[in-house]
């Protein structure tokens, strides 16, 4: 068994080549018999991630704030806490803060994630 404590864990910048504005993240450890990794990721304001897909898919609880995650078809739909989404292998997606105030979540990524094109609406 091992313990993975928030308050021990540093908080990293996000690269900001694949967030629209400020976002941080808290490393809590990699899930070895899954190929993921668990990651407190914090968002400013407004501020989201751009496309993005994971191999083997990701699972996203919101701790606080008030987010949003949009998918291809245009859908995007607001997250608060106690909120659960399932990004199923392959299925792009992005995911950040709403307008009007900051968002932190617990993600849970499968397999690789691969980064495409900044988002360009809401």
Do not use: C, K
Request: zero cysteines; proline letters at 6%; a negative charge.
């Amino acid at each position: 068994m091992r313990i993975a404590r928030a308050s021990d864990a540093a908080e990293i910048p996000m690269d900001a080549e694949h967030f629209s504005g400020p976002a941080s993240r808290r490393e809590l450890g990699r899930i070895d018999a899954l190929d993921g990794s668990a990651i407190l990721v914090s968002f400013e304001v407004g501020t989201r991630n751009s496309w993005h897909r994971h191999s083997g898919g990701q699972v996203l609880y919101v701790l606080e704030g008030l987010g949003r995650v949009g998918m291809r078809t245009g859908e995007a739909v607001e997250l608060r806490p106690g909120d659960l989404v399932y990004a199923p292998p392959d299925e792009e997606h992005w995911h950040g803060a709403a307008e009007g105030q900051p968002m932190t979540h617990l993600a849970l990524s499968f397999g690789e994630t691969e980064f495409l094109e900044p988002v360009a609406d809401r």
